[in-house]
Nanobody
Framework: VQLQASGGGLVQAGGSLRLSCAAS????????MGWFRQAPGKEREFVAA????????YYADSVKGRFTISRDNAKNMVYLQMNSLKPEDTAVYYC????????????????WGQGTQVTVSS
């Protein structure tokens, strides 16, 4: 599976962005999908995840209520709608695919996209 993340950019605090992750190769619905982010000098951290069917979603406490993950299996797409953005949301955002394991942990993901930069100015 190849993953291509897009949609990042520069936005003011309080603004919104929607990230997209396009999956090619094996059908994306085979995998649960997640978004992680990595800020400069910090470890890559879990942001959100969604089950294969889209029926279950999971969020980091820091983004709960502001971010929404969704997927369109017919289009092999996963999205991350980010609202009420804060400067601390600034990071490179990665989408990833998981076949098994807890979706909160990086080690559960076997395919990773290249990342898209999100910068939130104050």
């Amino acid at each position: 599976v190849q993953l291509q993340a897009s949609g990042g950019g520069l936005v003011q605090a309080g603004g919104s962005l929607r990230l997209s992750c396009a999956a090619s190769g094996r059908t994306a619905s085979t995998y649960s999908m997640g978004w992680f982010r990595q800020a400069p000098g910090k470890e890559r951290e879990f942001v959100a995840a969604i089950s294969r069917s889209g029926g279950a979603t999971y969020y980091a406490d820091s983004v709960k209520g502001r971010f929404t993950i969704s997927r369109d299996n017919a289009k092999n797409m996963v999205y991350l709608q980010m609202n009420s953005l804060k400067p601390e949301d600034t990071a490179v955002y990665y989408c990833a695919a998981s076949a098994a394991g807890s979706l909160y942990y990086r080690s559960s993901y076997i395919y990773w996209g290249q990342g898209t930069q999100v910068t939130v100015s104050s």
